[in-house]
């Protein structure tokens, strides 16, 4: 058993690396064989937007270090992934990876690997998306989440006054080690992603966005619980996310060739008006 613990963070050995290395913690002393790595540590560019892996069906072609983060997530059988939270959201780094896993999504290549979303804030009250990030980051690969959580520390290191986070971590840790795959966390709002993004649509239906699960409250012993309809289904089921690629997705590739010439001519039109002769050309 292997599990590979990332941290998201610019502050070595601040809050997300010291709550990661409490997972990795618990699953040594399970006996796994552990990996440390910071995603600062390498150059992850961007996502070109170029979707040779999905047309060419090949990994990533920008040359850079995201090679070796594809490696360790191919070796471990559970991955702990940790953000700080900045501006209400996960560090862009985050984003930067789970764009570049585009393929690996498509081929469901990390279905069923266990994992472990924590983010970290400095305060109550100021957590935002980051958390859903990281748990959309999981469940697009296909990854069942084992627990996800906010821990909260706003100076380097002071993560470990929150004592129930730390161990929380390590427990995480134990429980990837010994195989676990199911979700052990608080339950939120939404069945699936346990996280509390269920928004009311016009049609006056809950909704899931981060699922893209309808549903109904339904009154169970004095409080409301959020119950998805039966039929609808979540984005993240591997058949959902097959019909999203193949249906979607490939098919745009021929339209787009299709109309390229007469876009090229729009856009040399709109440039010409535009007054497109500024140094972005
Ligand atoms: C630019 C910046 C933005 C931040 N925004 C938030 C925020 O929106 N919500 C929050 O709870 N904490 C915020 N924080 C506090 C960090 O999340 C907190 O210090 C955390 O412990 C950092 O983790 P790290 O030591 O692993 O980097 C912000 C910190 C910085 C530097």
């Given at each position: 058993m292997k599990i590979l613990g990332i941290s998201a963070s610019c502050?070595?050995?601040?809050n997300t690396e010291i709550l990661i290395r409490h997972v990795l913690q618990g699953a040594a002393e399970q006996g796994a064989e552990v990996q440390f790595l910071r995603l600062t540590d390498f150059t992850i560019s961007q996502?070109?937007?170029?979707l040779t892996c999905l047309f060419k069906d090949?990994?990533?072609?920008?040359?850079?270090?995201?090679a070796v983060i594809l490696e360790a997530l191919r070796q471990a059988d559970g991955v702990a992934l940790g953000s700080p939270i900045h501006n209400l959201f996960a560090a862009g780094s985050v984003q930067m990876l789970t764009a570049r896993l585009f393929r690996q999504a498509y081929h469901s290549e990390f279905s069923g690997k266990a994992g472990v979303a924590i983010t970290i804030g400095?305060?109550?009250?100021?957590?935002?998306?980051a958390l859903p990030q990281l748990v959309s980051f999981f469940l697009s690969l296909g990854m069942p989440l084992v627990d996800q959580f906010i821990g909260y520390g706003q100076g380097?290191?002071?993560?470990?006054?929150d004592i129930q986070s730390c161990n929380r971590a390590i427990e995480a840790g134990k429980l990837m080690a010994g195989g676990e795959t199911n979700f052990r966390g608080c339950p939120g709002t939404?069945?699936?992603?346990?996280?509390?993004?269920v928004f009311t649509r016009g049609d006056g239906r809950p909704y899931c966005t981060l699922c893209d699960l309808s549903g109904a409250w339904v009154e169970e012993g004095g409080t409301k619980r959020f119950v998805p309809l039966?039929?609808?289904?979540?984005?993240?089921q591997t058949m959902q996310i097959r019909d999203h690629f193949d249906n979607l997705i490939l098919p745009s590739g021929k339209r787009f060739l299709g109309r390229k010439e007469e876009i090229q001519a729009k856009l040399d039109a709109f440039r010409k008006g535009a007054g497109g002769s500024d140094s972005q050309d």
């Open positions: 502050r070595k050995w601040g996502c070109k937007g170029c090949r990994d990533c072609i920008i040359r850079d270090d995201f400095g305060m109550p009250g100021w957590e935002g998306w380097p290191g002071e993560i470990f006054y939404c069945p699936v992603c346990h996280c509390d993004l039966s039929g609808s289904r979540p984005r993240w």
